[in-house]
């Protein structure tokens, strides 16, 4: 823990903090204190320490492990566990096996790699190493199973959100939502979630929403190219994983709790539609039999599109049973 508690203490200052502060806060050893450094500068932290002022981060290495994320936490988040692997199956098969075993919940399995990313229905997420993020989050929710698909327009909304504030200054309208979980920058997908659920029949016993996020891709498996897009190609710079991430908890622990006051989406369903690719305008409904054209209208609160056909009929559309296309392309 020292060394996370250091690095919290570092990262939250703007300015340098004396080894004393860092001594009398932790109650740690000078010495104690010095190695704990010595191992970050190791780790490929860039660390400046002057004589009677003490230490400045200067940069930090693209990490993403435990020890990196639980720095970066704050009040109010509601991760606190953070499992990191260099290299898993899936983050979502990981996340089970725990939830399974009785860990814990919520807490946040970290891949820096998967060799066998999942997508819905058996599709595939191509998961290169250390150029995204695949992470999932493992939550028992208080709800009956059926509203389980909610969490993953929540966490839809908290990807955007984070990384709007972490990668594009702020600025609104640029990562956008295609219905139910994809967040799309400029029509291209960047980001796919996939929730998987274990349940009785009144009783959620875990969900685990894994996102998988392209980063720092500059380059696309053929099968994907034309629909997929990174984070850095559309920021124009390199993006920090870690900010990210963190940008995640903050945001989806600030949504969870407007979802758990009303257990439905009521409270959070506007701002989740000024974010969806394709509001008012006509989509392709893709269902196993059947496609058809409507108009999008947003999502109700219980996270089911409405559609309007070309008779006037407003209908909801399920999210397990269909997929949304745009008319040209992907989004
Ligand atoms: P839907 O609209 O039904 O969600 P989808 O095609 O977006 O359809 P997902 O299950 O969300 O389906 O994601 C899996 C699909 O995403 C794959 O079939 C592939 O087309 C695409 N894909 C896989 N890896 C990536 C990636 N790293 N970046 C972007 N797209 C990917």
Known sequence: MTKTDILKMLNDADTYVSGQDICDKLEL?????????????????EIDAIKNKGYLIKSVPDRITDLEIKSLLADGDIVEDIIYFEETDSSNNQAKIMAEHGRKMPFLVIAEEQTAGK????????????????????????????????LTIVAAMAVANGLKKACFDGHEGICQIKWPNDIVINKKKAVGILTEMSAEPDMVNYVVVGIGINVNNNDFDESIREMATSISLESKAQVSRRDIIAGFIHEFSRLYKTFEESSDLSGLMDEYNKCLVNINNRVKILGDASQYEAQALGIDKYGRLLVKKDDGEVTAVLSGEVSVRGLYGYA
Do not use: C, F, H, N
Request: aromatic share 8%; no cysteine; hydrophobic share 35%.
């Open 29 to 45: 050893s000078r010495t104690a204190v010095w190695k704990a450094i010595k191992q970050l500068k190791e780790e490929g932290y």
């Open 119 to 150: 997508g819905r229905r058996g599709r595939k997420w191509i998961s290169p190493k250390k150029s995204g993020i695949y992470m999932t989050l493992a939550i028992k929710p208080d709800i009956p199973p059926q509203k389980a698909s909610m």
